[in-house]
Nanobody
Framework: VQLQAFGGGLVQTGGSLRLSCAASGRTFSSYGMGWFRQAPGKEREFVAAINWSGGSTSYADSVKGRFTISRDNAKNTVYLQMDSLKPEDSAVYYC?????????????????WGQGTLVTVSS
């Protein structure tokens, strides 16, 4: 499985962005998917995850109520809608695909990673 994330950019505080992650391979709908982010000098951290069907999601406390993860299995794509963005949301965002259909919040639970897309929120 290959993952390609895109949709990052520069946005002002309070603005919105939608990230997309396109996956190759016919088994996309079998995987749980997640988004992580890494700011300069910090470790990569969990942002959001979704199970194989899209019927179950999980969010980091820092983004709960502002970000929404979703997926379209017909398009082999997972999305991250980011609203009410804050400067502290600035980071490189990575999508990840797991070897299991369930929600996974730990980095080590994912087998596949995209290349990352940069999000910068200006104050």
């Amino acid at each position: 499985v290959q993952l390609q994330a895109f949709g990052g950019g520069l946005v002002q505080t309070g603005g919105s962005l939608r990230l997309s992650c396109a996956a190759s391979g016919r088994t996309f709908s079998s995987y749980g998917m997640g988004w992580f982010r890494q700011a300069p000098g910090k470790e990569r951290e969990f942002v959001a995850a979704i199970n194989w069907s899209g019927g179950s999601t999980s969010y980091a406390d820092s983004v709960k109520g502002r970000f929404t993860i979703s997926r379209d299995n017909a398009k082999n794509t997972v999305y991250l809608q980011m609203d009410s963005l804050k400067p502290e949301d600035s980071a490189v965002y990575y999508c990840a695909g797991g070897g299991y259909p369930i929600i996974i919040t730990q980095r080590g639970g994912y087998d596949y990673w995209g290349q990352g897309t940069l999000v910068t929120v200006s104050s």
